[in-house]
T-cell receptor
Framework: DTAVSQTPKYLVTQMGNDKSIKCEQN?????MYWYKQDSKKFLKIMFS???????INETVPNRFSPKSPDKAHLNLHINSLELGDSAVYFC???????????????FGAGSRLTVL | AQSVAQPEDQVNVAEGNPLTVKCTYS??????LFWYVQYPNRGLQFLLK??????LVKGSYGFEAEFNKSQTSFHLKKPSALVSDSALYFC?????????????FGKGTKLSVKP
């Protein structure tokens, strides 16, 4: 199936730990994203990345870092986890075109992170 | 700065009745506007978008939305609601002059359709 897939689906960990969430897309898209959805369901862009440019939301702590081994993968690394990092993290992708602003995002199913 | 507002946290509709989920936006230029739907424990799914042209946009599952520039609104509508339409709906906006990735989402509106 063509899709955006994320692993793990659920992640429970202790404060202070370092963890990673993996994302892969087989849609051939050029751009990938990470979004954070908090407990009130509010969605916020964290990063967008293609092979040319990483755009970082300035409000994201530098404990969060995206790593892209190739065009089909964008993993999210989180260092020194805090209670406030508990959320659902969504990976998404889109195809860059001349009118990129109108591009539709395809989302993964989400990774629920719980920090104890 | 661009922003989007969904004034209703929840909308309750009886099955078979028409539904409207409201969205207003603010951008400095012309907007790209989107509606996405999120079912429980799932990622967001694209419903429809407005780029330019006809103000009435038709999308998936019988949904449509009307772009109103003077009221800066993009309300989602469906003539006859189904119980299976119950989900969380997000309006999103990107300024046509904005960079890739800066898609701003509203806080979401929970739609509940009762039999």
């Amino acid at each position: 199936d063509t899709a955006v897939s994320q692993t793990p689906k659920y992640l429970v960990t202790q404060m202070g730990n370092d963890k990673s969430i993996k994302c892969e897309q087989n849609l051939g898209h050029d751009t990938m994203y990470w979004y954070k959805q908090d407990s009130k369901k509010f969605l916020k862009i964290m990063f967008s990345y293609n092979n040319k440019e990483l755009i970082i939301n300035e409000t994201v702590p530098n404990r969060f870092s995206p790593k892209s081994p190739d065009k089909a993968h964008l993993n999210l690394h989180i260092n020194s986890l805090e209670l406030g990092d508990s959320a659902v993290y969504f990976c998404a992708s889109s195809q860059a075109t001349a009118s990129s602003g109108a591009n539709v995002l395809t989302f993964g199913a989400g990774s629920r992170l719980t920090v104890l | 700065a661009q922003s989007v507002a969904q004034p209703e946290d929840q909308v309750n509709v009886a099955e078979g009745n028409p539904l409207t989920v409201k969205c207003t936006y603010s951008v400095s230029g012309n907007p790209y506007l989107f509606w996405y739907v999120q079912y429980p424990n799932r990622g967001l799914q694209f419903l429809l978008k407005y780029i330019t042209g006809d103000n009435l946009v038709k999308g998936s599952y019988g949904f449509e939305a009307e772009f109103n520039k003077s009221q800066t609104s993009f309300h989602l509508k469906k003539p006859s609601a189904l119980v299976s339409d119950s989900a969380l709906y997000f309006c999103a906006v990107r300024d046509q002059g904005g960079s890739q990735g800066n898609l701003i989402f509203g806080k979401g509106t929970k739609l509940s359709v009762k039999p």
